[in-house]
């Protein structure tokens, strides 16, 4: 299984739940009780850098809520009927609450039920889970820092949008980025332009043979769109930046780049998505939240995306490339899954 990941007073509930969701949807156990996770965490050798404290050394704050300068392990409010606090404890239950959050937000896509402090598995394995497994793969990558193949997981997250992004707008999705399927569309990134200009309705400022060969996608990988029955001009429209490494807080589209090429008539949503939750990659408060949506625009982590995804209206070929990439990522961990033992 994954160690746990991070050490002392660095742990966090959302990195914990991170953590706990790999274990779950990729171990050979169907559930984890927040118990054993108490008990795991009171084991690890990072453990001996976690202070115990007294509910006497809380004060209320402004909020009226328990809180001292030391403790930042989320909900402390019921502290306050606490003689003594285990922070093995206190974590455990601050992670189970994070997960009963991301339950709510993503709704039926999400791969477990939390009840009774146990998280268990809804599939029987992670392949009955596709979209949430590869989205949980592509993020441990980055986490665990394993060396995984990504160039090729890259392009089959920029397939896994396509669809998440259709169902956003209610309209009609599609992929555009580099490198495009020459047996599906143009791929010169002008004649491609062109092609998708005309099924939305929306006009070019320059023909395509005088755009630079040199730009390949315009910093936008997936483009979404929904149109009235009347096909006029003026319609809702998404261009989406997808990213799967750690510069995912600065993969916004510039829509200035936009214009020298299409006039749209009204103008696009911006949106970014990654496989991450953010306060899991880093401590966020609603500034950071604000400041990353004023970087990145529309933002969709995985708990946005799979809340628009439905693993049964995949295409096929795309759920052979998520099993071909998440297989890669458990072979590089010291995992015992469900589908199989992943080497160290």
């Given amino acids: ?55 006497d050394d809380f004060d209320d704050d402004e909020d009226g809520e328990a809180s001292h300068p030391d403790f930042a392990l989320g909900a402390v409010g019921r502290l306050r009927s606490a003689e003594g606090v285990s922070p093995a ?18 709704g039926p896509g999400y791969p477990f039920t939390v009840a009774s402090d146990r998280l268990t598995r809804r599939p029987d394995d992670w392949k009955g889970a596709p979209a949430y497994s590869f989205m949980l793969a592509l993020n441990a990558r980055v986490v665990y820092g394993l060396d995984v193949e990504f160039n090729n997981a890259a392009r089959t997250f920029e397939r896994l949008v396509v669809p998440a992004m ?5 309209g009609e999705a599609e992929r555009i980025g580099w490198p495009r399927d020459p047996e599906k569309v143009e791929k010169a990134f002008g004649k491609n332009l062109r092609r998708i200009v005309g099924i939305i309705g929306e006009r070019l400022n ?3 043979e005088r755009i630079p060969a040199r730009i390949k996608d315009n910093g936008v990988d997936v483009i979404a769109w929904r149109t009235f029955k009347d096909k006029r001009r003026g319609q809702l429209t ?34 970014a998505t990654f496989p991450f939750v953010p306060d899991a990659m880093s401590e966020m408060d609603e500034q950071e939240f604000e400041y990353l949506s004023a970087s990145v625009g529309l933002w969709f982590d995985r708990l946005r995306l799979a ?28 995992i015992e899954t469900a589908a199989g033992s992943g080497a160290a």
């Fill in 307 to 334: 809340a628009h995804l439905n693993d049964d209206e995949l295409e096929s070929s795309l759920k052979d490339e998520i099993v071909s990439y998440v297989e890669q990522v458990l072979s590089a961990t010291t």
């Fill in 166 to 170: 259709a169902s956003f707008v209610a």
């Fill in 89 to 106: 404890d206190q974590l455990s239950s601050d992670a189970f609450e994070v997960l009963e959050e991301r339950s709510r937000i993503v």
């Fill in 206 to 208: 320059l023909a395509p």
């Fill in 1 to 55: 299984m994954f160690d746990v990941p991070v050490a002392g007073a660095a742990w966090t509930p959302s990195k914990l739940a991170d953590w706990v969701e790999c274990r779950v949807l990729f171990g050979t156990d169907p559930f984890l009780t927040r118990a054993t996770l108490r008990d795991e965490i009171e084991e690890d050798p990072g453990t001996d850098d976690m202070v115990e404290f007294d509910v």
């Fill in 238 to 271: 998404v261009l989406a930046q997808c990213a799967i490494g750690n510069e995912w807080r600065d993969k916004g589209v510039v829509l200035e780049k936009w214009a020298p090429y299409v006039h749209f008539a009204v103008r696009p949503i911006t949106v």
